[in-house]
């Protein structure tokens, strides 16, 4: 997984970069399960993301397995709402990184069982309909970039009506 600055959605499945299975294996990279909450932890800090499969991430990346009970879109609306503070914390002299350590030091209020389980009642229906909205427009993204140097270069045509 590289980088999340050029994503823009909540969900991500994959990265610029595919890790073969042969990199994985001889490399410390690890799989991260799907819901993983992706942060990326320098150069810039803050880009988040929820895994929608397996992923592997670079070092750039804090990946974050959220606990059954917690869920990723509570992980993820905490790492938003605490970005500043994370990015306070954050130290280094050629580029501001934020380490493991540190990151585990942002206060964290954890709501009872009963209340993170109707959050999750909730957030789960609306996590739900973002994903099918991105995967959507990524479909039309894909039709976009396929038909419109089509009809530039007149390899398809539009018929057009005639004004009666």
Do not use: W
């Not at 803050?46 to 009970?69: D, H, L, M, R, W």
């Not at 973002?130 to 976009?144: D, H």
């Amino acid at each position: 997984m590289n980088h999340l600055s050029l994503n823009k959605n909540r969900f991500i499945s994959r990265g610029t970069i595919d890790i073969t299975e042969e990199g994985l294996k001889n490399s410390s990279a690890k799989l991260m399960p799907k819901g993983t909450v992706l942060f990326s932890s320098r150069a810039p800090i803050g880009y988040i993301a929820i895994a929608k499969n397996e992923v592997s991430t670079n070092q750039g990346f804090k990946s974050i397995i959220p606990k059954n009970n917690i869920g990723s879109e509570f992980v993820y609306q905490f790492l938003k709402m605490n970005k500043e503070i994370i990015e306070s914390r954050a130290s280094g002299s050629t580029f501001k990184e934020i380490s493991g350590g540190e990151l585990k030091k942002i206060p964290a209020i954890i709501p009872s069982n009963n209340i993170i389980y109707r959050y999750n009642l909730i957030t789960i229906k609306i996590s739900s309909f973002i994903k099918n909205n991105e995967e959507e427009l990524e479909k039309l993204r894909t039709i976009r970039d396929t038909l419109l140097p089509k009809l530039m270069s007149g390899e398809i045509r539009v018929p057009v009506e005639e004004e009666k």
